[in-house]
């Protein structure tokens, strides 16, 4: 029994040494370029952004693009709220992308809920984590025509990665991040990850 246990040690020894191998790449290849204060940042100057150009809340709506939309959504609704003492409406666009949507950049989203609230005369503030082809922002600007005839439609991004296939620009935007195709961003948030981070790799 000892001479088994001493022949699994130098076993043992590889394994450790490849997950220390493993979590050092890990980290070297993985740049994390905003911290929870960075992101609470570009929120809070989102939502003074949104005040400002819109000269206060009255009719605006602001609906948060699931999944990582919707908690950016609620942040800013509550910055605002502590800014200007009013309660603005939130909701959800809920847009499916293709299994292979990341191969086939031609593919468009789904929409799966249809907006179930007037948004007739209103000013419209989609949010999004990362805005990339604009193909995810032009699905959820369908989903909002198609319940009604908004005075304006918005767009607020915490990350604008470039890319675009469609002519569209964020009105608001947390950070301007220029990449390569081949890079992935990935936005974690407390709500749904359990931690504030931005990350490339």
């Given at each position: 029994m000892?001479?088994?246990s001493a022949s699994r040690k130098p076993f043992l020894i590889?394994?450790?040494v490849l997950h220390t191998i493993k979590d050092y790449l890990r980290g070297e290849l993985m740049k994390v370029l905003m911290d929870?204060?960075?992101i609470g940042r570009a929120?809070?100057?989102?939502?003074?952004?949104?005040?400002?150009?819109?000269k206060g809340v009255?009719?605006?709506?602001?609906?948060?693009?699931?999944?990582?939309?919707?908690?950016?959504?609620?942040r800013i609704v509550k910055r605002i709220k502590s800014?200007?003492?009013v309660d603005v409406p939130v909701g959800t666009v809920d847009i499916t992308f293709y299994r292979d949507d990341l191969q086939k950049k031609s593919l468009s989203p789904t929409i799966n809920n249809p907006l179930d609230f007037d948004v007739a005369g209103k000013t419209?503030?989609?949010v999004d984590d990362v805005i990339y082809t604009g193909r995810t922002c032009r699905a959820a600007i369908d989903a909002v025509m198609d319940a009604g005839r908004p005075q304006k439609v918005q767009f607020a991004s915490l990350i604008d990665r470039g890319h675009r296939e469609l002519?569209?620009?964020?009105?608001?935007?947390?950070?301007?991040l220029p990449t390569s195709k081949n890079e992935v961003v990935h936005v974690k948030l407390q709500e749904v990850d359990g931690e504030d981070t931005v990350q490339i790799i």
């Open positions: 000892a001479s088994w590889v394994v450790e929870e204060k960075a929120l809070t100057r989102i939502a003074h952004e949104i005040i400002e150009k819109n009255e009719d605006v709506v602001i609906l948060g693009i699931k999944t990582r939309g919707v908690p950016l959504a609620n800014f200007e003492g419209i503030v989609l002519p569209l620009i964020p009105d608001y935007v947390g950070k301007n």
